[in-house]
């Protein structure tokens, strides 16, 4: 079973902060625990399917460049 924000929020070493930089924390944590054991290409692929579903429910279409050596 995978832990809910909730359950980063109340971790103990986060705690005591406020909550607007605990919650960053346990966002922080969050990603780190459903990311710390995929390879550079496994994470690439994480960060942006998840990047570009918040940019839809946001209603913003990225405009997309190549990057050129």
């Known amino acids: 079973m995978s832990k ?3 359950d980063y929020m109340n971790d103990p ?3 005591n902060e406020p ?3 605990r919650e ?3 966002i922080r ?3 780190y625990d459903e990311t ?3 390879t550079a290409a496994e994470k690439t692929t994480y960060y942006r399917d998840r ?3 918040a940019l839809s429910r ?3 279409t990225p405009k997309y460049t190549t990057h050129h050596e």
């Open 58 to 60: 946001l209603g913003i």
């Open 51 to 53: 990047s570009r579903a």
């Open 13 to 15: 070493d986060i705690i």
């Open 29 to 31: 944590l969050k990603i």
């Open 19 to 21: 909550i607007a930089l």
């Open 36 to 38: 710390k054991d995929m």
């Open 4 to 6: 809910t924000l909730d």
């Open 24 to 26: 960053v924390h346990a």
